[in-house]
């Protein structure tokens, strides 16, 4: 979906060709990319799953790792999603270079505001190669260098903050995920599709992972 009107294209031949298969694009598409006629050719070719990386709640943050988009694109293209029923996922990363953790809050605030079907928080990891890596290299910052360790759902920090301890950030990561979840209003809108026997399952294993990250 980067370049919105070949994946127009692709969807206007999955119809032409009669493939009917439910699908969908959890890894994302670009909240400035979306548009009623985008939206419209992924529903009519069976798309039925949209995932957003928001990243974060604060503008100052968006700037500083480079995403290239604002707060209001993300509520306009979340909000379109959604009425265009789609089942919407946003990804979210706590932790970057410049964080604080008044700007985490704002991060777990904004996804209770565009309250999607799922929410995923991760913290910032420099992943080799990137620019955030080469940063934390020459400032002599990274506390591991082992490949098995960058992973961003552990909730474990791998390299020295400026300004958010180990053990503060691993506090927000699971706050994040209590605050999201937890909401009544959230629970009450699940507990409506547990009449869903496959919906059901899905439910109870989510709550279970969802357990493993809050505790």
């Not at 591991?144 to 180990?166: M, P």
């Amino acid at each position: 979906t980067a370049i919105p009107r070949r994946a127009i294209e692709i969807c206007k031949l999955m119809v032409r060709e009669k493939i009917n298969l439910p699908w969908g694009l959890p890894s994302g598409i670009r909240v400035d990319t979306v548009s009623g006629k985008l939206f419209e050719a992924l529903k009519e070719a069976g798309c039925y799953r949209l995932g957003f990386g928001v990243e974060s709640g604060n503008d100052y943050i968006l700037k500083t790792i480079k995403k290239n988009i604002t707060k209001d694109q993300v509520r306009k293209a979340v909000k379109m999603a959604k009425a265009y029923g789609f089942r919407v996922e946003c990804f979210f990363i706590i932790g970057n270079l410049e964080e604080t953790e008044d700007t985490i809050n704002e991060t777990i605030d904004f996804a209770q505001e565009l309250d999607p079907d799922i929410a995923q928080f991760g913290i910032a990891t420099p992943y080799p190669g990137t620019e955030m890596y080469h940063i934390l290299i020459k400032e002599n910052r990274l506390i591991s260098t082992k490949w098995e360790e960058y992973d961003s759902f552990s909730g474990k920090q791998i390299f020295v903050h400026k300004n958010l301890s180990a053990d503060l950030l691993r506090k927000k990561f699971r706050e994040a995920y209590r605050r999201f979840y937890f909401r009544p209003s959230y629970i009450m809108k699940k507990l409506k599709l547990l009449q869903d026997k496959k919906e059901r399952e899905k439910l109870i294993h989510s709550f279970f992972n969802l357990l493993s990250l809050a505790k």
